[in-house]
């Protein structure tokens, strides 16, 4: 059982910022990592999961993000936000493991025909069945199934604005693209979206 002056100390270090936690974690205080970690690992593995469509790959690729603070503890800057560091490291991780997929995909529907030359063979979407699930499992089943279908360069920038309701300053910084590229994938992925979900799950709208 912790003493009560641990439990105290440990409340203390609740209470401070994300970036105050860094600098007592770079400076030593292991502590101040867990709480970083009990903060981010929920929101950090939704967005991976919104992302990539697959629970299996999360926990790899979240074990993966933390690892990554630890080891690269030392290389974070106070002049940047945390959550956007972290985000930073996650997106790269989730870009490059859709990226090797990607690339599993097309390489396992590539067939020969009778010339000898490759061609792909679309397989068609996996189909809900609705008795099975709740009504709000069902419509978040939906609403993945349609980020699934939408380019990688839209579902990132939407479930980043939308999901993780970071700022459009965020966004471009996590993903390295111009502010007015961040809005207009976020607006076309909206579209796209909207499209696919219009009977489903209304869209938020951008005030």
Same mark, same amino acid.
């Given at each position: 059982?912790?003493? #009560?002056? @641990?439990?105290?100390?440990? #409340?203390?270090?609740?209470?401070?910022?994300? #970036?105050?936690?860094?600098?007592?974690? &770079?400076? *030593?205080?292991?502590?101040?990592?867990?709480?970083?970690?009990?903060?981010?690992?929920?929101?950090?593995? @939704? %967005?991976?999961?919104? $992302? +990539? *469509?697959?629970?299996?790959?999360?926990?790899?690729?979240?074990?993966?993000? $933390?690892?990554?603070?630890?080891?690269?503890?030392?290389?974070?800057?106070?002049?940047?936000?945390?959550?956007?560091?972290? %985000?930073?490291?996650?997106?790269?991780?989730?870009?490059?493991?859709?990226?090797?997929?990607?690339?599993?995909?097309?390489?396992?529907? &590539?067939?020969?025909?009778?010339?000898?030359?490759? %061609? #792909?063979?679309?397989?068609?979407?996996?189909?809900?069945?609705?008795?099975?699930?709740?009504?709000?499992?069902? &419509?978040?089943? %939906?609403?993945?199934?349609?980020?699934?279908?939408?380019?990688?360069?839209?579902?990132?920038?939407?479930?980043?604005?939308?999901?993780?309701?970071?700022?459009?300053?965020?966004?471009?910084?996590?993903?390295?693209?111009?502010? *007015?590229?961040?809005?207009?994938?976020? @607006?076309? *992925?909206?579209?796209?979206? &909207?499209? +696919?979900?219009?009977?489903?799950?209304?869209?938020?709208?951008?005030?």
């Amino acid at each position: 059982m912790p003493s #009560e002056e @641990n439990k105290a100390r440990y #409340e203390e270090l609740q209470r401070l910022s994300d #970036e105050d936690l860094m600098s007592l974690f &770079q400076a *030593g205080t292991l502590e101040a990592f867990d709480i970083l970690v009990s903060r981010y690992k929920d929101p950090l593995a @939704n %967005y991976l999961y919104r $992302f +990539l *469509g697959d629970p299996k790959e999360v926990e790899d690729l979240l074990q993966e993000t $933390f690892m990554r603070v630890y080891r690269n503890r030392h290389s974070y800057r106070r002049i940047a936000k945390f959550s956007t560091w972290l %985000y930073t490291i996650a997106g790269n991780l989730a870009r490059s493991e859709y990226r090797k997929r990607k690339r599993r995909r097309v390489y396992s529907l &590539q067939s020969v025909n009778r010339d000898e030359e490759e %061609y #792909e063979v679309e397989i068609p979407d996996e189909t809900f069945a609705p008795d099975r699930h709740t009504e709000s499992t069902i &419509q978040d089943r %939906y609403i993945q199934e349609a980020l699934k279908q939408i380019p990688e360069e839209f579902r990132e920038v939407v479930v980043l604005r939308d999901v993780q309701q970071l700022s459009y300053e965020e966004i471009a910084e996590i993903t390295g693209l111009p502010m *007015g590229t961040v809005k207009s994938r976020i @607006n076309r *992925g909206r579209t796209k979206l &909207q499209a +696919l979900l219009k009977d489903v799950y209304p869209m938020p709208e951008e005030s």
